[in-house]
């Protein structure tokens, strides 16, 4: 026959024992979520927010640009803006500072949707397609500089851009010189053309 008296022990201390089971799952949702966040990079955060989302980037050059978000790649963001008009292209590493609107705040902390074809897509990949295309761009550099061209040479860490006169086509005629820029003194290119054929 049980003995009823001891009853409310053992439902205290399952209760007790519930209780701290409660508490370390807690504990470690919490690390697994400061971790998780540990890892966040900035470009991360941008890619959270989404396509379609409009943010206020700051570059390394101190130059801000103001984007509807079109695509985040490896290595890079794009998006459009109406002044100037066209498509500009952020090289994540030249990103100073990202200003969220109040309900992207939360949004970016969250797990981005992966798409692994853009994830691949670096940098000199767009700037290959744009070069393809003799498209013509402008490009900020990290010194607050600016320069404009056709990109005539991608390589793997820097481009040779043609420098010609905005409404003229990068004849060889035309072109006044080219220089040889690396991806890591560039901040932003931007372009009017919108068939960059990339995203």
């Known amino acids: 026959m049980v003995d009823e008296r001891w009853d409310p022990f053992f439902e205290d201390l399952e209760q007790q024992f519930a209780a701290e089971r409660e508490a370390a799952a807690g504990e470690l949702a919490g690390e697994a979520e400061r971790l998780r966040i540990a890892r966040l990079a900035l470009r991360d955060r941008i890619a959270a927010v989404g396509a379609g989302a409009t943010l206020a980037l700051d570059d390394i050059g101190g130059e801000g640009h103001e984007l509807r978000l079109e695509a985040v790649g490896a290595d890079w963001v794009a998006g459009t803006s109406s002044a100037p008009r066209g498509m500009t292209i952020l090289r994540a590493g030249a990103i100073a500072q990202a200003r969220f609107a109040p309900a992207d705040r939360a949004r970016s902390l969250e797990a981005a949707p992966d798409d692994p074809l853009l994830r691949r ?37 820097h481009l040779d851009l043609a420098v010609h006169d905005a409404d003229l086509a990068p004849r060889a005629a035309d072109v006044r010189e080219t220089r040889t820029i690396a991806f890591d003194a560039i901040a932003w290119v931007r372009t009017s053309r919108r068939d960059v054929g990339v995203f």
């Open 121 to 157: 897509m670096t940098f000199g990949f767009v700037l290959r397609a744009l070069a393809r295309r003799r498209a013509p761009l402008a490009l900020g550099l990290a010194s607050g500089r600016r320069a404009s061209g056709t990109a005539s040479l991608v390589g793997g860490d």
